[in-house]
């Protein structure tokens, strides 16, 4: 027993010793490299573009809302960062390749690729419409394929190039009142596993990101449906809590740092690498437990399938000092005008 324990401890310190070489082989120097992030204008997009730029990189954002843009920009640049933003749709795959065009133009070649931009729908599944469902699609399936097949003749000809989805832990079990959300997640993690098979032989690497809870400021500008205040309560509280949750400053020091040596997969949070482990293990317990969490959460009724901003849904517990982490957060982050 000893000798087979000693020989599997073995094993398991040069496996790893051998894939932290690997890992280092793969590294890559950002200095003066180019990067694009789709959803870079607010929340963990312009907090990437921050982190990108403290590692030497150039950078270009692309959003939908101008003045948002124009203020993420203003911001970069105040900085002391290179930076231009470029208005854009991913949804459409002409304005995409019309905004690539452009930043090749403008800037060069595109070295590393953040398929960032995100929709959030909250609420009961009874108020959930289709086209709910056809625009988280759009946003989290639909946008990154664009991006990705825009950039990738460019990125394969020079052999070298980084992918990086940005999914959610919503992409490894799926959440009650997020049901869009969560499929669009699930559809996007299995698109960037496959494309991560596919491009390493050109030197291309794709890498998964999977947050769990994360204080970017983003319920502010999050869907809320059914009882719209109720939802953004827990939303934005959950969202807040220190021991359950990570700064959007931490969060992008990992994801930079995962595009760097071009890991597959990265979970951000404790919590939420256990929750897919639990789930991958016993996945019909999960799911008998988040049944029990549903029950606790807001009942259909108040606005239905009408919509309101986290920003039109305010409360008497929300905001309020429990949320003073998401708040700060948001002004941070360009979630508020």
């Known amino acids: 027993m000893k000798r087979q324990l000693t ?17 280092s082989r793969r590294a890559m120097n950002l200095d003066d490299r180019l990067v694009l992030i789709a959803g870079g204008s607010r929340g963990l997009g312009l907090e990437l573009a ?11 954002i692309c959003g939908r809302d101008t003045d948002t843009l ?11 960062i290179t930076a231009r933003a470029y208005t854009c749709d991913i949804s459409n795959a002409n304005e995409v390749s019309e905004m690539v065009t452009s930043v090749e133009r403008d800037l060069g070649a595109i070295h590393v690729l953040v398929n960032n931009a995100g929709i959030i729908q909250v ?14 699609m759009d946003i989290h ?7 990705t097949l825009s950039v990738l003749p460019s990125m394969k000809y020079r052999g070298s190039g980084r992918i990086v989805n940005v999914s959610s832990i919503g992409g490894k079990l799926s959440v009650p009142h997020l049901v869009p959300y969560s499929a669009s997640k699930f559809a996007l993690v299995g698109f960037s596993e496959g494309l991560r098979s596919e491009l390493r032989q050109y030197g291309v690497y794709v890498t998964t990101i999977c947050p769990g809870l994360m204080r ?9 449906k059914g009882q719209n205040k109720k939802e953004y309560a827990w939303f934005s509280i959950s969202d807040s809590l220190p021991l359950l949750t990570i700064s959007s400053e931490r969060a992008a020091r990992k994801i930079v ?18 929750a897919a482990t639990f789930h991958g293990v016993f996945p019909g317990l999960t799911s008998d437990i988040l049944g029990i969490v549903n029950r606790i959460l807001p009942s259909p009724g108040g606005i239905g399938e009408q919509r309101a901003y986290g920003r039109d849904s305010f409360s008497a517990v929300s905001p309020s000092p429990i949320t003073a ?12 005008a």
């Open 50 to 60: 921050r982190e990108f730029a403290r590692h030497g990189a150039r950078i270009a």
């Open 123 to 136: 609420g009961p599944v009874d108020v959930m419409t289709k086209e709910d469902y056809r625009e988280a």
């Open 216 to 224: 970017t400021g983003s319920p502010r500008n999050a869907i809320f």
């Open 70 to 80: 124009h203020r993420a920009e203003e911001d970069l640049r105040g900085r002391g």
């Open 325 to 336: 982490f998401t708040e700060a957060a948001a002004r941070k982050n360009n979630e508020v």
């Open 141 to 147: 399936f639909w946008g990154p394929l664009h991006t």
């Open 7 to 23: 020989f599997l401890a073995g094993l398991g310190l040069g496996s790893w010793l051998v894939s932290r070489k690997l890992r």
């Open 257 to 274: 740092d995962a595009c760097i040596h071009g890991d597959s997969e990265v979970i951000l949070t404790p919590q939420a690498r256990l």
